[in-house]
């Protein structure tokens, strides 16, 4: 093994200080996922709760970023308020490109500012900026720092908007507008430190130490990457392709999962979005496939002839979220949700299923008006818009609650049967069958992507429950080397191991594929044991009732066989 | 005529840097898009457009006329022939270039002067980047 020198910026925001650690012991976990793992747990992160000033948030980009193609994503790593679980989310846009440029692989931020802050990172040092006037903006912040920072049409700008603020456990941060760290709720982590917004910037030289070999592999990547069919989908329909697909299946979730078919599905479909309102594709820096969907949201607001134009960005989580899920069928009413939720600074896909809960919850009784203030009802967006407003603004006690995620609202108000999380965390858009089910609740964060249990439900149903958890353990474990070099999981087949190990020895990093998969153990044992001294309990996990009732892709899924399969699960961990 | 790099068309452009990137890598042997000759930049963030700063490959190439070393020479046809050993970093050229996208390195003390070797349009994923002959060429050249 022959591996990298991890240089980490360390910004204490109490005291306004920064230290440069120059780290060779962190060269074996790559990047990202693992390094951001192992600075978190230096941090003794299960000692305070999420939202203490002594809790960190590390980011971390990797050796291959942005000098290979689609390798665009950096990750961050905190203690989430939303679980109070391991916290990791990723991003793309600019910022693995902007850290490059400012020159660390890794930023831990920690403390408490003593006033709102935002800093600004160059390659020349590190700012500590007052933003008492930008605290309680949404998304107008970005347009200040665009005129207060350097690094003109390349820096890369984190921000929160009023949600995280008020500490909503389910609040995002936005990198370029268009990315989120979105799960989670890493804005609120922001929020309870002051912290604003972070802007990175910088162009310091890195010159090549092979450029024949670096030259070969890059061009060969790039090749598989445009000039086969294998990423051509994320840039055609993108993302939203899935809607119709999932649908015709029966893994699309609608009505917060009452049910499984959506009449007039077909005018959220990707095909529609494409055709009616998709303005342009852009990319994450690096990355020539360009998968980021932006539409354009035209609406009138004046008696005459006035309009205005928003540029949004879609994908098929949000159109789940803020539109099957909710019952709604128009992509303006889409838009016009995207558009608040994006303002607020709240993760879109926690918000829709936070929405989907109090419509039913309003419906059958177990709250009422005098909590939500508003009539809310499928397939509307008016009585939507205020309660999302009311999810940041906290004006009695049911928001409080609510703004700690669905999980919480349920355990107090009632409604469990029906509150769609998996390991406390709002579902993602697949009720494909028991991989998802079991995936994201035993994924490390809580997410579809931590093992892709909905793409086995597709591509290899029927398996036995040990077989099933023996395959979502692998995955997890090689995606977690994929992260830790922060390749985009888009990518994942162009990634194979060895190609990661070729494009690895370019850049002069040597690793054996044993070596590789023993970081895959290492990375997943490590994260096991943070979330387990967090008091994640493979034990105590609960599926609501409504995941067996509706009928998933699947056909209707056994609770039983999903109860074996959990065994299996803990069986594997004391392996 | 010679060919040039040219933009086709800035509205297609996805932003990927690609284009930097490679002209960064195989030019100046640099992982850094800052090196490159060519910046596509946003503005207004990405909600606003992708602006492209290329060099435009003057006929009468005013930063080679201001270059008293010889290291840059106008290429017959446009664009650029630079010769790294002629440079004595005086930045001359960076104060003559009329559309202000020639830049200088700090580190190799020279411009990055666009060449017009065409890396950047290979690895332009949607074509925006050709080599093409001065659509509405000045007969005069």
Request: net charge neutral; charged share 20%.
């Amino acid at each position: 093994m022959q591996t990298h020198q991890i240089k980490v910026l360390d910004i204490d925001l109490e005291r306004e200080k920064i230290a440069i650690h120059y780290r060779d012991d962190l060269g074996e976990f790559l990047g990202g996922t693992g390094v951001a793992a192992k600075l978190f747990a230096e941090a003794a992160p299960a000692a305070t709760p999420p939202l203490h000033p002594d809790q960190v948030i590390v980011l971390a980009n990797g050796p291959l970023s942005t000098i290979f193609p689609v390798v665009t994503k950096v990750v961050a790593v905190f203690r989430s308020p939303l679980t109070g679980g391991y916290g990791e989310s990723h991003a793309g846009m600019r910022l693995a490109l902007a850290m490059r440029g400012a020159g660390y692989q890794a930023i831990v931020i920690r403390g408490q500012a003593r006033r709102p802050t935002y800093l600004a990172i160059g390659p020349n040092g590190v700012e500590f900026r007052n933003a008492s006037a930008l605290w309680g903006l949404g998304d107008s912040v970005g347009s200040i720092l665009r005129r207060l920072v350097p690094g003109t049409g390349h820096r890369s700008t984190l921000k929160i908007g009023p949600a995280g603020e008020k500490g909503v456990s389910f609040a995002s941060v936005s990198v370029d507008t268009y990315r989120h760290f979105g799960r989670l709720g890493l804005g609120a982590v922001f929020g309870a430190k002051n912290l604003k917004a972070v802007v990175v910037y910088g162009d310091r030289n890195e010159p090549i130490g092979d450029f024949k070999a670096y030259k070969a592999m890059y061009e060969q990547i790039y090749n598989q990457v445009l000039k086969t069919s294998v990423m051509k989908k994320y840039h055609d329909l993108g993302t939203p392709a899935n809607v119709l697909n999932l649908h015709a299946s029966g893994g699309l979730p609608i009505r917060n999962l009452q049910e499984n078919v959506l009449a007039g599905v077909e005018g959220i479909s990707g095909e529609a979005f494409a055709e009616e309102s998709l303005m342009r594709q852009v990319a994450c820096s690096g990355c020539p496939i360009g998968c980021i969907h932006i539409g354009l949201h035209r609406s009138r607001f004046g008696a005459e002839y006035e309009f205005e134009s928003r540029f949004l960005s879609y994908d098929y989580e949000l159109i789940f979220a803020v539109g099957s899920f909710l019952g709604i069928t128009r992509q303006s009413q889409i838009y016009e949700l995207i558009d608040r939720v994006e303002d607020l600074g709240l993760d879109v896909m926690s918000a829709g299923v936070c929405l989907g809960w109090v419509t039913e919850a309003l419906a059958r009784g177990v709250i009422t008006e005098a909590e939500t203030g508003t009539a809310v009802q499928f397939g509307e967006t008016a009585g939507y818009l205020q309660v999302l407003d009311n999810m940041v603004l906290q004006p009695n006690d049911f928001y409080q609650v609510l703004a700690r995620g669905v999980e919480k609202a349920a355990q107090k108000y009632g409604g469990l049967d029906f509150a769609m999380t998996l390991g406390g965390h709002e579902m993602a858009g697949y009720h494909t069958g028991p991989g998802h089910l079991l995936g994201q609740t035993v994924g490390m964060r809580h997410s579809h992507l931590d093992n892709g249990g909905y793409g086995i439900d597709q591509k290899s149903p029927n398996l036995s429950p040990e077989a099933l958890v023996d395959k979502l353990v692998a995955e997890e474990k090689w995606r977690g080397v994929l992260t830790s070099l922060c390749i985009c999981l888009f990518a994942r087949e162009v990634y194979q191991p060895e190609t990661v190990l070729s494009a690895l020895a370019a850049v002069g990093i040597q690793f054996s594929r044993e070596e590789l998969d023993s970081l895959g153990e290492k990375i997943f044992r490590l994260r096991q044991e943070l979330r387990l001294a967090m008091g994640f309990d493979p034990a105590q996990v609960r599926f609501a009732q409504r995941f067996f009732q509706t009928p998933s892709a699947s056909g209707p899924i056994d609770p039983a066989a999903v109860q074996a399969m959990l065994a299996a699960y803990r069986r594997h961990l004391t392996r | 005529l010679a060919k040039i790099l040219q933009i086709r068309d800035m509205a297609k452009c996805i932003g990927c840097y690609s284009c930097m990137l490679a002209c960064a890598r195989v030019v100046r042997h640099s992982f850094t898009p800052a090196k490159a000759a060519l910046q596509i930049r946003t503005a207004g963030g990405f909600q606003g457009r992708f602006l492209g700063e290329i060099c435009l490959g003057c006929p009468d190439a005013p930063c080679a006329q201001v270059c008293n070393s010889g290291a840059l020479e106008l290429r017959p046809g446009g664009g650029l022939r630079f010769s790294a050993a002629k440079c004595t970093g005086c930045r001359a050229c960076i104060g003559a270039c009329i559309v202000q996208v020639l830049h200088f390195d700090q580190e190799s003390r020279q411009p990055l002067a666009c060449i017009q070797c065409g890396t950047c349009a290979r690895f332009c994923p949607h074509g925006i980047l050709a080599m093409e002959e001065r659509k509405y060429a000045n007969t005069s050249d």
